[in-house]
């Protein structure tokens, strides 16, 4: 269900991450740059902010706590404890609050905020810049219907985005939250062997980079499973079996996993720190 605009949007916190989201919703229509206001205390991201989206950034967390239908927490979540109180009498118009830190679970944000306070908690990640993000979300028990169909539809706007219970989160945070540097450190890696074998840097960076773009959309268009796919391009005694051979004696599957593992980990432990 597409719900109209317009709503006001604010952003405590003018990193990379709410510039991402800003542009996205922009580029979709979803909303202007007039209608848009972040806060951060660095200079230097107030005026990226508002170099890649065209709206306004302040130092001052109340006037975008006052402005906003919709306040987005893009903090780190050990500024939490300390930024929520101060925001807390100035959010008597009621907006919508969506968290985008990392591991802080529904409860402690209530804790913060207050028991009538709307809540949606979110775990988008980088390729929002592109359009092109991975976000899981879930609802506080405050939040309405309404709520999470604008959730929805903003989160959609630059990606996948699926509606998850709050204890998969942590779990989406391993994966997709940090997934983009893993996948950068397999184009980086899968690169450097092209160079290995005689390619040109910028020529290899290209295409590992189009080949894991592309195999991710085969994935996804075509809903075969990954290891059908890997099967089909490995042919009995060809090249690719020997390289995926490689690839199995040196426990890249096994790392993989524990590195997702290890980041869920890491934001279970941000969460109740």
Known sequence: M???PPLTIGFVGAGQMASALAKGWISAGLCTPERLLASDPVPAARDAFTKATGAPATPDNVAVARFAQVLVLAVKPQSLPNLLPTLVPHLTHAPLVVSIAA??????LQGLLGPDCRLI?????TPCLVQASA???CRGTKATDTDAQWTQQLLGAVGLALELPESQLDAVTGLSG?????????IEALADGGVLAGLPRDVAQRLAAQTLLGTARMVLETGKHPGALKDAVASPAGTTIAGLHELERAGVRGALMNAVSAAARRAKELGQG
């Open 178 to 186: 940090s997934g983009p540097a893993f996948a950068c450190l397999m």
């Open 103 to 108: 591991g802080v679970p529904l409860a402690k």
């Open 2 to 4: 597409s719900i109209s």
């Open 121 to 125: 908690r979110v775990m988008p990640n």
């Open 135 to 137: 976000s899981a979300w």
